[in-house]
Nanobody
Framework: QVQLVESGGGLVQAGGSLRLSCAASRRTFSSFAVGWFRQAPGKEREFVTAITWSGGDTSYADSVKGRFTISRDNAKGTVYLQMNSLKPEDTAVYYC????????????????WGQGTQVTVSA
């Protein structure tokens, strides 16, 4: 069992930045790929970005490419999501999740999920 805890969400004006963190409860976290997803009210959960266990490869949704950056520090058991040039349409609850196999974009590929952190971007 891997427990994930997100933090860093909040309210920011359009054009601003936030950095989310995803802290894991177990050292074996370093063997998992980690993804960030988001879910806005009335919408399905969507893929945002993911990173391999080593941090050597990343994947981004087109909507965030060039604005968001995922990184990880396995020594600290933490994955980060740096979000720049935020837009009102980025408003959502952001979740981190851990996948034991591959680097999936489908939420079904992730076995462990955090509770989510709210990000609100005002116009």
């Amino acid at each position: 069992q891997v427990q994930l805890v997100e933090s860093g969400g909040g309210l920011v004006q359009a054009g601003g930045s936030l950095r989310l963190s995803c802290a894991a409860s177990r050292r074996t976290f370093s063997s998992f790929a980690v993804g960030w997803f988001r879910q806005a009210p009335g919408k399905e959960r969507e893929f945002v970005t993911a990173i391999t266990w080593s941090g050597g490869d990343t994947s981004y949704a087109d909507s965030v490419k060039g604005r968001f950056t995922i990184s990880r520090d396995n020594a600290k058991g933490t994955v980060y999501l740096q979000m720049n040039s935020l837009k009102p349409e980025d408003t959502a609850v952001y979740y981190c999740a851990a996948a034991p196999f591959g680097v999936p974009r489908d939420p079904a590929g992730y076995h462990y999920w955090g509770q989510g952190t709210q990000v609100t971007v005002s116009a």
